[in-house]
Structures are given as C-alpha cells and as structure tokens.
C-alpha cells in the first residue's frame, strides 16, 4: 500500500500520515521532518536544506529526491509506506513515478487534503511540536501539561517556519509549485480528495473510508 498525502501547510498531513502509519503498519515518510532531523543533527544536507525552508521555500528537487530514492530502498518500505510532503513538484511526482516503476510498483492513491488560506494560517500560528514527532494545537489539541509532550514528557517547540511571513511564503510556494500535482495525480486515476475542515479524527474516519473503498482494511480487520 503506497500512499501519498497532498495538502497545503497546516492542512494535517502530518497527523493524518501519523494516523495511517499506526492503522495500517506502514513507515511515515516526511520529508519534512528527514529535513528538520538533518539541521538539529548538523548536517551538510541540514545545512542546504535550512537556506530554503527558513525563508518559506522549497528545498530544490535535486536534493529531495535524492533522500526520498534513498528512504523507499529501504526494506521497510517493501510491503509500502505514506509519503507526507513529497512529492511537492511535477519534477518530484515523475521522478517518484520512475523510482515505484523500477521496483514494478506505483501508488495506489494520491489523497488531497483540501483546507482554505485562513484555515492554514490559523493552524500553524497555534501549532507546537515536540522532537518524538507530536504535534499540538493551542485549540485543536492542547497537551495534558503546557509545554510538555504528552506522550514522550519532551519539551514541545515553535517551528521557525510557523512565523507569520514564512507561512504566507509556504503558502505561495504550494500554490505555484504544489498546485499543478494535484491534476498529475487527478490524470491519472488516483487522485482522491478530502475534506480537511473537520476535527481530524473525522477527518481520519475519510480516509479509513477512502481506503477502505481502494480494498485497504486495517490492521484489526
Ligand atoms: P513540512 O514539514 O512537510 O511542512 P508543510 O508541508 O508546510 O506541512 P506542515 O508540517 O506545516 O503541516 P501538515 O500539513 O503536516 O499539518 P499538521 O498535521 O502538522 O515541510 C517543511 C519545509 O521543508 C517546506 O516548507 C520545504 O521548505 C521543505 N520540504 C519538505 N518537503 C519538501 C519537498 N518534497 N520538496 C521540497 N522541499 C520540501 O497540522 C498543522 C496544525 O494543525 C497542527 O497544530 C495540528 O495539530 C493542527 N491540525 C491538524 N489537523 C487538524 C484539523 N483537522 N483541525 C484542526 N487542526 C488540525
């Protein structure tokens, strides 16, 4: 089961890929946070990869490809794995297309996670985040103790990309490079969208849903 999650920032593709990597046993792939791991751990990758995201951009397909051909070699990734933030580009998706080709695979469904501007601009302005991978919200999803994760005990942090310009940054970046993918993937058959409005375990109850429709059960089932 190959899944990729489309969706602009903040639209929870994070959380939902966390959602469906735990239902399903499959690895979380983000790209994201293979990049955030690389500039705690002071990587030249790290290094690169921070001229970009600081300032809202994307990192350039030469660099990203090269880690995501990399990660789904990897033999965990054998019986599948859901991609949350790649590809981001026309370059990405043909490039991801030729790597599953390789190996006789292709994605099984590209899910679109559809939120509005504002809604964006609202989330990643109240979000916090720990270093195991959590993700909070000041209204959405408060942790049991301010500041604390509740589920490693970890210190939880802002990201530096959640400033207000940089998302207004991330926002025209996925419009104009991110945008074009979603008619990609709608071409050729597996495009799948989904309301990303509601709490987001309504919206996780969808994508069970969606996958279920594909003939994807869950683990209990
Ligand atoms: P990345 O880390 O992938 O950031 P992003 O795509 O901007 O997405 P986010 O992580 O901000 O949000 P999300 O959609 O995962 O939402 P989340 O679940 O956290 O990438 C960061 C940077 O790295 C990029 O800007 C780029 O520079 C670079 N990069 C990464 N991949 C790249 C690629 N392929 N090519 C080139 N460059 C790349 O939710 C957000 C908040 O909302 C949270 O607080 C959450 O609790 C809350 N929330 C979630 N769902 C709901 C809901 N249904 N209702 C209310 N609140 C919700």
């Given at each position: 089961m190959i899944v990729i999650l489309l969706g602009a920032?903040?639209?929870?593709k994070g959380t939902q890929a966390a959602m469906i990597a735990e239902t399903y046993g499959i690895p979380h792939i983000s790209t994201g946070d293979i990049f955030r791991k690389n500039i705690k751990d002071g990587t030249e990758l790290g290094r690169k990869a921070r001229e970009y995201i600081d300032k809202g951009l994307l990192v350039p397909d030469e660099v990203t490809n090269g880690i995501v051909a990399d990660r789904i070699a990897g033999k965990d990734c054998a019986e599948g794995f859901v991609l949350d933030?790649?590809?981001?580009?026309i370059d990405q998706a043909l490039m991801l297309g030729s790597l599953l080709e390789k190996t006789g695979r292709r994605a099984d469904i590209a899910i679109d996670i559809i939120v509005g501007d504002d809604d964006v601009i609202h989330r990643l302005s109240g979000r916090s985040m720990c270093k195991c991978g959590e993700t909070y919200h000041v209204d959405y999803k408060k942790p049991?103790?301010?500041?604390?994760?509740?589920?490693?005990g970890g210190e939880l942090y802002v990201r530096d990309d959640d400033k207000p310009e940089t998302v207004v940054r991330r926002l025209r970046e996925y419009h104009e490079k991110t945008g074009p993918i979603i008619e990609y993937y709608r071409k050729s058959g597996i495009l799948a969208g989904i309301d990303?409005?509601?709490r987001p375990a309504e919206v996780s109850k969808s994508i069970v849903e969606v996958l279920g429709a594909h003939g994807f059960v869950t683990g209990g089932e």
């Open positions: 920032p903040g639209s929870g933030g790649y590809p981001r580009t049991r103790v301010e500041g604390i994760c509740d589920k490693c990303g409005t509601p």
